[in-house]
């Protein structure tokens, strides 16, 4: 089972900021919180991920809180073509031989950008 | 470079009927994983690959076989199609340094009739 929780959809308009949030409220030690979107029938694609600080890179922020429980993206001037599925997972960030580093995927958050 | 690359795009089969999805990567990734997407769903993990000669089932496993003979190369085959298994199915590859996120081909949409 995934082991974050996200809203089912979040809608934004054009040009702001897109806020999504991620509960992980077991997550682990070692586990890094990875974001993926998934545009229309696309196969999904990494954005950012991170241990414990807050990163930034050319699509997005992450925000993490101190106690690691919860995470929020951020998509600072949201377009139409940021309407897609949004997963947050968390996996541990080793390219280990087993289990351990596969992506287990949610529902995710579908976020809807309006004109 | 072409990335993931995943054929046929399409694919309607008869229940009963066996086929390979194919799946390819030129980025000389180890890890590489098959996925199925099913309607308002997330993707949910069928086998991946660790590297050539080494495969392990995911959470949805029963029903397909894989194998590894080369990096590039991680088919995907349907013993027995059933209507079950109508979905959408991605390949993907991950490389070895941080950060190891994975690149996802565009993934073929199966019918099974």
């Known amino acids: 089972d995934a082991k974050t929780t996200q809203p089912p959809s979040m809608d934004c308009a054009e040009g702001r900021a897109a806020n999504l949030p991620c509960n992980h409220s077991t997550i682990s030690g070692n586990e890094y919180v990875y974001w993926y979107r998934q545009i229309h029938s696309q196969g999904p694609q990494y954005i950012i991920h991170?241990?414990?600080n807050n990163e930034t890179n050319e699509m997005a922020s992450l925000i993490i809180t101190e106690d690691r429980k919860s995470s929020t993206l951020i998509l600072p001037h949201a377009t139409l073509r940021d309407t897609a599925v949004y997963y947050c997972?968390?996996?541990?960030?080793?390219?280990?031989?087993?289990?351990?580093?596969?992506?287990?995927f949610g529902k995710g958050t579908k976020l809807s950008v309006k004109p | 470079n072409a990335g993931v690359t995943q054929t046929p795009k399409f694919q309607v089969l008869k229940t009963g009927q066996s086929m390979t999805l194919q799946c390819a990567q030129d980025?000389?990734?180890?890890?590489m994983s098959w996925y199925r997407q099913d309607p308002g769903m997330g993707l949910r993990l069928i086998h991946y690959s660790v590297g050539a000669g080494i495969t392990d089932q995911g959470e949805v496993p029963n029903g397909y076989n894989v194998s590894r003979s080369t990096t590039e190369d991680f088919p995907l085959r349907l013993l027995s199609a059933a209507p079950s298994q109508t979905s959408v199915y991605f390949c993907?590859?991950?490389?070895?340094?941080?950060?190891?996120?994975?690149?996802f081909g565009p993934g073929t949409r199966l019918t099974v009739t």
């Open positions: 980025m000389n990734h180890e890890y």
């Open positions: 991170g241990l414990k």
């Open positions: 993907a590859s991950r490389g070895a340094s941080a950060p190891y996120e994975q690149y």
């Open positions: 997972i968390v996996r541990v960030d080793q390219n280990y031989g087993g289990s351990q580093g596969n992506l287990i």
